[in-house]
């Protein structure tokens, strides 16, 4: 099955901070979705982007699929953007919507 | 509000028993999802059900069971066969067609006492 990797696995910002995420699929893919869980546990869809690039806010994300990537940016970050992010996808052969996720991102943000 | 409910938030196991997880939507999707979520890992599919009537495997299903007898339920029994049941269980569900994403509950915490 496809493989999600991500990094960095853990990172650490000042409010105010700029901050990229990347996420890298072993195969080509027609779903691939950014996750916010915060600390209680909830997760929270932040994007559908098998391909181009979106914003919403103070978060945006780019895939480029030829290159199976895609990176979700964060700017001027605030202490409540904390939480794991996470990055699942389903490959193209798939029709399911049955996600593969990556182990995540633990963001922290200090005052 | 439309959402995903799953309950109990916290429940806790003895050895050699079967509890049950229950997951609720009202969003009227079509297809659910239960996942299971470890310490510092990312979510793996236990189960997932696309119409009513059935469901799929996902990649640990070994020890779990699930039906689909209504669209808005899909509960997930965790049974004495699960080995590390011990665990955070999250549901969710996502409307058909191109373009959507996930809903996810809110999760069920199961600690094996």
């Known amino acids: 099955g496809i493989q999600v990797e991500q990094s960095p696995p853990d990172l650490i910002l000042q409010e105010g901070a700029n901050s990229t995420l990347r996420c890298n699929f072993s195969d080509s893919v027609n779903n691939l979705q950014w996750f916010h869980q915060n600390p209680w546990g909830q997760l929270i869809n932040l994007f559908y982007?098998?391909?181009g690039t979106k914003q919403n806010g103070r978060l945006s994300a780019t895939t480029v699929a030829t290159e199976r990537y895609s990176l979700l940016y964060i700017s001027s970050s605030q202490t409540t953007d904390s939480g794991v992010y996470f990055c699942?996808?389903?490959?193209?052969?798939?029709?399911?919507?049955?996600?593969?996720f990556g182990k995540g991102t633990l963001l922290t943000v200090n005052p | 509000d439309g959402g995903i409910t799953q309950s109990p938030k916290y429940l806790f196991r003895k050895e050699g028993q079967n509890v049950t997880l229950s997951c609720e939507q009202n969003l009227n999707h079509d297809a659910m999802y239960w996942y299971r979520q470890d310490p510092g890992q990312g979510l793996r599919l236990i189960y997932y059900s696309q119409i009513v009537n059935d469901f799929q495997k996902g990649d640990i299903a070994e020890g779990y069971s699930v039906s689909r007898e209504k669209k808005e339920s899909f509960p997930l029994t965790v049974t004495s066969a699960q080995k590390n049941p011990t665990a955070f269980y999250l549901c969710a569900s996502i409307r058909d067609g191109i373009g959507y994403g996930y809903t996810f509950g809110s999760g069920t915490r199961l600690t094996v006492v």
């Open positions: 982007i098998p391909s």
């Open positions: 699942a996808a389903e490959n193209s052969g798939g029709s399911n919507y049955k996600l593969t």
